[in-house]
């Protein structure tokens, strides 16, 4: 059966970044919303296939301001995961595909054969653009603590309180909480290597995602601190890829883990840039230790 719409939205110019496209933690909040809408239609629940594990998010394409988005969401049941939830991100107004978001569940294998006839109506192939490519589909470990991170060379990138705005009508912190603590910690990463603001506003350049994996831990309730741990885990040519650490403060517990793989951004050619040998050698010296 082919995949349903889910959402029909629109990019605002406030949603938009200093790259003037789509800032990724909308990407996430357009997404959660489609989710829900799916969950609407579909009967999906935690209750049916349990929580989710991980959320794995390629970007295909740049949405800017007044770009029309269509969601359109399926089950599939031959991707990575005993379940998983595709959301493809489209352009409506040229058909282009933005983005691809793999949600992964892990139901009891033997509740398969009954979830199959349960999502039919849903049920597809799982598209070759949605698979993961930079990092493996399992959901990362979220047993790290604090201290082991700091000896593996981690920094701490960012500080923030989850407020009431932040949080789902079940009360938990939305993605969209989660990704604008790893986006506004971001930076802080970069500028330890040659790839400082000056240097990329010298050279018109911008930091762009290409693709992300969300993993979660516990669950952060309104007026929980939290802080951001973050460390480099691998370099190439082009791109270069980052762990971040989300920590409950208050309770030492690991909360969620955000790997990405990024890259360098000519904003004029809209185009990759390879990395300097400068920016190659600070990530090797800077990435985190085993």
Request: hydrophobic share 45%; net charge neutral.
């Amino acid at each position: 059966m082919p995949a349903i719409d889910t959402l029909h939205s629109f990019v605002n110019t406030w949603e938009c970044d200093e790259n003037d496209h789509l800032n990724v933690q909308f990407y996430f909040a357009k997404i959660d919303e489609a989710d829900r809408q799916f969950r609407f239609l579909t009967g999906l629940s935690d209750a049916v296939v349990g929580v989710r594990r991980v959320r794995h998010v390629r970007y295909h394409g740049e949405l800017f301001a007044a770009a029309l988005i269509t969601v359109r969401s399926s089950v599939a049941f031959d991707g990575p995961h005993v379940l998983s939830v595709v959301h493809e991100m489209i352009d409506a107004s040229n058909g282009r595909l933005a983005a691809t978001v793999l949600d992964g569940y892990a139901p009891q294998p033997k509740a398969a054969k009954d979830l199959r006839k349960r999502f039919a109506d849903v049920d597809a192939p799982m598209p070759e653009m949605a698979a993961p490519r930079s990092f493996d589909a399992p959901a990362a470990a979220t047993t790290d603590t604090a201290d082991v991170l700091l000896k593996a060379g981690a920094l701490s990138v960012n500080r923030a309180t989850v407020m009431p705005r932040d949080c789902t009508a079940e009360g938990r912190a939305e993605d969209r909480f989660l990704l604008n603590c790893f986006t506004d910690g971001a930076p802080h990463l970069w500028e330890r290597t040659a790839m400082t603001r000056a240097w990329l506003e010298k050279n018109d350049y911008g930091r762009v995602a290409m693709e992300m994996k969300l993993s979660y831990g516990t669950v952060l309730k309104a007026g929980t601190p939290v802080q951001v741990m973050s460390g480099f885990t691998g370099v190439s040519k082009k791109t270069f890829s980052f762990r971040h650490h989300l920590f409950d403060s208050a309770a030492g517990r690991l909360a969620a883990v955000m790997d990405v793989t990024a890259l360098v951004m000519d904003l004029e050619a809209r185009k990759a840039v390879p990395l300097s040998d400068a920016a190659r050698a600070d990530i090797t010296r800077l990435q985190l230790k085993p």
